[in-house]
């Protein structure tokens, strides 16, 4: 059974850190483009970054570029988002997401609230 698992959310000051962790398990991780992706209370969700499996290019939403880090480890099979320089409007539901076998998966996301 496919599992995503994230953890690492929390409070936080503008302009602090936090960094985002993501557990797979059940699929060949290291074959699959990973995403982090955020979502606020009555908003779509937004995606945030991907880091292609490979090479392990990345892709960032230009609002974080330069203050989000994707990254992976393939030999743990382990996601991370390293988050710098938060502010406010960052504050949402962070999940990881693949496409695996024809659908989309996602965990169940782990708050982040940037907040003074």
């Known amino acids: 059974e496919v599992h995503l698992v994230e953890s690492g959310g929390g409070l936080v000051q503008p302009g602090g850190s936090l960094r985002l962790s993501c557990a797979a398990s059940g699929f060949p991780f290291g074959n699959y483009d990973m995403n982090w992706v955020r979502q606020t209370p009555g908003k779509a969700p937004e995606w945030v970054s991907t880091?292609?499996?490979?090479?392990?290019?990345?892709h960032y939403l230009d609002s974080v570029k330069g203050r989000f880090t994707i990254s992976r480890d393939n030999t743990k099979s382990m996601l991370y988002l390293q988050m710098n320089n938060l502010r406010p409007e960052d504050t949402a539901l962070y999940y990881c997401?693949?496409?695996?076998?024809?659908?989309?998966?996602r965990g169940q996301g782990t708050q982040v609230t940037v907040s003074s």
């Open positions: 880091i292609e499996a490979g090479y392990g290019n990345t």
């Open positions: 997401s693949t496409d695996y076998n024809l659908r989309t998966l």
